[in-house]
């Protein structure tokens, strides 16, 4: 007699799952935002009271605490995003276009910060609000592709075929994300060249990097923490839509 065994699925197969994946990443959510908020306090304690002020810029480099962290995060949740789309075109991974539909309003969030922020310490460093140089422009058209791509999932009612379409268009898009990276080095710009991730090593004293690498890993944490929820919120509302569509068909027949 033959017994036959159900093959051991992989961990990649099992989060495919939608209600796999909310019960597996749920009890994450609140050690998680602990850890976020642990991270803020420290980190905003430092910035604000125990760093020094800039010999040029005084009490302004403060801004930087915010500018940086979400700066990094309007490319890192694009990355992010591109990955779900390739998930979603060639794997037909279900939860990939979950992700990516959860990470665009962050990625728009962050990155409106981080054109505020640095508008901000823009006009007592350079003079201006704003200039049109090559990062502050290409950042400008990050935007505008989040935005595009909100509208675009809103513009569907059909969200698989809206999956199709907005995964080739996060792909075309990520060709920004490089120029927004080395805009500094192709074009003159008031953007100064990289201070942190740099070959020799960075060019900050340890009093100011502390905070800033603090509020970087606080800020990430937040977007881990709010990609997450809005994920399992997106789960629930595609199982509503789902149960009223039966209903509906139900109610006809």
Same mark, same amino acid.
């Given at each position: 007699?033959?017994?036959?065994? /159900? !093959?051991?699925? =992989?961990?990649? #197969?099992?989060?495919?799952?939608?209600?796999?994946?909310?019960?597996?990443?749920?009890?994450?959510?609140?050690?998680?935002?602990?850890?976020?908020?642990?991270? &803020?306090?420290?980190?905003?304690?430092?910035?604000?009271?125990?760093?020094?002020?800039?010999?040029?810029?005084?009490?302004?480099?403060?801004?930087?605490?915010?500018?940086? !962290?979400?700066?990094?995060? #309007?490319?890192?949740?694009?990355?992010?995003?591109?990955? +779900?789309?390739?998930? +979603?075109?060639?794997?037909?991974? !279900?939860?990939?276009?979950?992700?990516?539909?959860?990470?665009?309003?962050?990625?728009?969030? &962050?990155?409106?910060?981080? *054109?505020?922020?640095? +508008?901000?310490?823009?006009?007592?460093?350079?003079?201006?609000?704003?200039?049109?140089?090559?990062?502050?422009? +290409?950042?400008?058209?990050?935007?505008?592709?989040?935005?595009?791509?909100?509208?675009?999932?809103?513009?569907?009612?059909?969200?698989?075929?809206?999956?199709?379409?907005?995964?080739?268009?996060?792909?075309?898009?990520?060709?920004?994300?490089?120029?927004?990276?080395?805009?500094?080095?192709?074009?003159?710009?008031?953007?100064? !060249?990289? =201070?942190?991730?740099?070959?020799?090593?960075?060019?900050?004293?340890?009093?100011?990097?502390?905070?800033? &690498?603090?509020?970087?890993? @606080?800020? /990430?944490?937040?977007?881990?923490? *709010?990609?997450?929820?809005?994920?399992? /919120?997106?789960? =629930?509302?595609?199982?509503?839509?789902?149960?009223?569509?039966? @209903?509906?068909?139900?109610?006809?027949?």
């Amino acid at each position: 007699m033959t017994i036959q065994t /159900t !093959p051991k699925q =992989s961990w990649w #197969s099992r989060i495919a799952h939608p209600g796999q994946f909310v019960a597996w990443t749920r009890p994450l959510l609140w050690p998680l935002t602990i850890l976020t908020v642990l991270l &803020f306090v420290v980190g905003l304690w430092f910035a604000l009271y125990n760093s020094p002020q800039d010999y040029q810029m005084g009490d302004t480099v403060r801004i930087m605490y915010v500018h940086v !962290p979400t700066a990094w995060l #309007s490319q890192f949740v694009y990355a992010v995003m591109a990955v +779900s789309a390739l998930g +979603s075109l060639v794997w037909r991974h !279900p939860m990939a276009d979950v992700s990516m539909k959860a990470a665009a309003p962050l990625g728009a969030t &962050f990155t409106a910060l981080a *054109l505020f922020t640095g +508008s901000l310490w823009g006009r007592p460093t350079w003079g201006t609000f704003w200039e049109w140089d090559g990062r502050m422009t +290409s950042t400008l058209v990050l935007l505008f592709i989040y935005l595009g791509i909100i509208a675009l999932w809103r513009a569907f009612d059909d969200q698989l075929r809206a999956a199709r379409v907005i995964a080739v268009f996060t792909l075309v898009g990520a060709v920004n994300i490089p120029i927004i990276k080395f805009s500094v080095d192709w074009w003159s710009t008031l953007h100064q !060249p990289a =201070s942190v991730f740099r070959a020799d090593g960075p060019r900050m004293p340890g009093s100011i990097l502390t905070p800033l &690498f603090v509020m970087f890993f @606080a800020f /990430t944490f937040l977007f881990l923490v *709010l990609h997450l929820k809005a994920m399992h /919120t997106e789960v =629930s509302r595609r199982r509503v839509m789902a149960l009223e569509r039966q @209903a509906a068909q139900g109610a006809k027949s």
